[in-house]
């Protein structure tokens, strides 16, 4: 009896080490972790998760070079539920930058109204930045960290 939560730890760790010993030898494409991130963060901002949005953002995120805060993203996405739609998730990978130049159709929740949002030529700018897995092993992933949205896209006071 003494022995079964070590083992029961020894059989976890083994499973945690081998997963991430598994994606050391069989890492996933650029691109497809770009792709992968980006689809999360549109299913958890639709769902109005705020916190499956932050985590794919870089600490230094800007929009059209303002940088509206980790409390006003978080809001945002919890109150507005922005469903996002990209013409092109294609991302341009330039070592540890990554470009996705897309048209993008924004549907918010605003004042108890649906609005639709059409932007052309939207450009979203990836870094890939040192974190860490299940807080232990070093790792590197790719968070959006600058958007770019063509002047007038965006009426007045809709998104952060």
């Known amino acids: 009896m003494r022995r079964l939560p070590l083992v029961l730890l020894a059989i976890f760790v083994i499973l945690v080490g081998g997963r991430y010993i598994y994606g050391v030898l069989n890492p996933a494409s650029d691109s497809k972790l770009i792709q992968d991130a980006l689809k999360e963060a549109i299913k958890?901002?639709?769902?109005?998760?705020?916190?499956?949005?932050?985590?794919?953002?870089?600490?230094?995120?800007k929009v059209n070079a303002q940088e509206p805060g980790q409390r006003t993203v978080a809001d945002f996405v919890k109150h507005s539920h922005p469903d996002i739609a990209l013409s092109n998730s294609t991302p341009v990978i330039d070592g540890d930058t990554a470009t996705i130049t897309s048209d993008v159709v924004v549907t918010v929740d605003f004042l108890n109204q649906k609005q639709?949002?059409?932007?052309?030529?939207?450009?979203?700018?990836?870094?890939?930045?040192?974190?860490?897995?299940?807080?232990?092993?070093?790792a590197k992933k790719w968070h959006l960290s600058d958007v770019t949205v063509p002047e007038g896209a965006i009426p007045g006071g809709i998104l952060p």
């Open 44 to 61: 958890a901002s639709k769902e109005g998760r705020p916190g499956g949005v932050l985590d794919k953002l870089s600490d230094t995120f």
């Open 116 to 138: 639709t949002i059409n932007a052309l030529g939207v450009k979203m700018v990836f870094k890939k930045e040192d974190t860490r897995d299940m807080l232990i092993f070093p």
